[in-house]
């Protein structure tokens, strides 16, 4: 299979049914790709610190299209706490409607205590869920890369740090997240839960092939991370891998287990380039990638879709602790923004001014509070939103 290209979409697998899937399909007559065609993106705040830093993004966003002879049409829609206040769902039609009938969506952040105690079925995450699987946005592309000025704001040490440049395939919409049976039940007189991680060969094999693809983008060197000592699911994780691996010579693969690559990430993070795992393994090895970079704050990721639009969003969480007080840092989701516009509208000229802007602003020494080192003087969230539109208008170096 080809390389991705600058600005290109991944090819993917058919997709399979998931037990979060409850909704039909809506017919998709997607426009002609052209300059003249505003780009329909559905745009998801949702809780705490979701809509200071959507405000940011999404003015910068506006601005680099601009620059780049590029138009957008923004539909707003509820998810998550804010939609479960709204209308008792954390992922109403309403909004499903809305995102399968964009081109792309961007999504800012979901959940805060406030909303703990409820049901699992009406919890913030079930609605993210739900959102991810009725879009079959089953590859989650999660880059890590060290920025230079950032290094210090590590708890590693800068020898340790620099050159890291890795990027995390999650597959998305299976295993133990949407496994079935769950739930709890009773067992020789004591209550207890249960869940089930199940994967299916087609599942694996297109999370793989994705993965291979990626790839061979980058360094040509894949680590596929599992558990098979001891778990089925990563044996026949870790089997069909190695299968599709025969289709990819040019990538050179290897195996590692889950504890061993957690290590290894903190020990000689340089070592990895793309890893490729399960929607647990990925889950919690993508947040410790994030802690490479100096904060949580600074990492997009893209859940990309076969058959409709991928959905793009910073890693970090909703930090409630902080929402509605200008302190958030907006750069994660102002680089999903670019993954979006890269991987997601096929407009990489665009992205590319926002990743130039981000980095311009961070050579520049601005800093928020996350990322600033101790006793250094920082800015907030509009600030920073500022100081990038001002990144952009500069004039380009010869």
């Known amino acids: 299979m080809a390389a991705l290209a ?201 999370i793989a092939h994705v993965a291979f693809k990626a790839a061979r983008t980058r360094s040509r060197r894949l680590t596929s991370v599992d558990k098979a000592n001891v778990l089925e699911v990563s044996q026949l994780w870790r089997e069909v891998v190695t299968r599709v691996g025969a289709e990819y010579p040019d990538v050179e693969l290897s195996h590692m287990y889950v504890d061993n690559a957690a290590m290894q990430l903190i020990r000689n993070p340089r070592s990895f380039d793309t890893l490729v795992t399960s929607n647990l393994f990925g889950d919690i090895l993508s947040d410790e990638a994030a802690m490479l970079t100096g904060s949580l704050g600074m990492l997009p990721s893209a859940s990309i879709s076969n058959d409709g639009p991928g959905v793009f969003e910073p890693v970090h969480g909703s930090a409630p602790d902080i929402a509605g007080q200008d302190k958030a840092n907006p750069l994660a989701m102002v680089l999903s923004a670019a993954l979006m516009c890269r991987h997601g509208l096929g407009i990489p000229a665009v992205a590319g001014r926002l990743e130039a802007a981000v980095a311009a602003v961070l050579a520049s020494g601005v800093r928020t509070g996350d990322i600033a080192q101790p006793g250094k003087q920082t800015i907030g969230c509009k600030a920073m939103g500022r100081a990038l539109l001002e990144a952009l208008a500069a004039p380009v170096a010869a």
């Not at 792309?104 to 105690?117: E, P």
């Not at 209550?191 to 991680?197: A, C, I, Q």
């Open 6 to 206: 600058p600005g290109a979409r991944l090819g993917l697998a058919a997709p399979s049914r998931r037990a979060f899937v409850a909704r039909t399909p809506i017919p998709r007559a997607r426009p002609a790709a052209c300059a003249c065609a505003a780009h329909r993106v559905t745009v998801l705040p949702g809780d705490g610190i979701g809509p200071e830093i959507t405000a940011v993004a999404l003015s910068v966003l506006e601005a680099a299209g601009q620059a780049e002879g590029e138009t957008f049409t923004f539909t707003e829609a509820l998810i998550g706490g804010a939609a479960y206040d709204a209308t008792g769902d954390p992922y109403p039609d309403a909004t499903y409607r809305a995102c399968a009938d964009s081109d792309a969506v961007l999504l800012a952040a979901i959940g805060g205590y406030k909303w703990d105690s409820l049901p699992s079925a009406s919890k913030p995450e079930t609605g993210l869920l739900r959102l991810r699987s009725s879009l079959n946005a089953f590859a989650n592309l999660r880059p890590a890369k060290v920025i230079p000025e950032l290094a210090d704001a590590s708890s590693l040490k800068r020898e340790v740090l620099e050159g890291v440049d890795l990027l995390i395939v999650r597959e998305l919409v299976g295993g133990i997240y949407f496994g079935q049976p769950r739930g709890f039940g009773e067992r020789d007189g004591e209550k207890v839960g249960f869940s089930t991680d199940i994967y299916s060969e087609s599942e694996v094999e297109r």
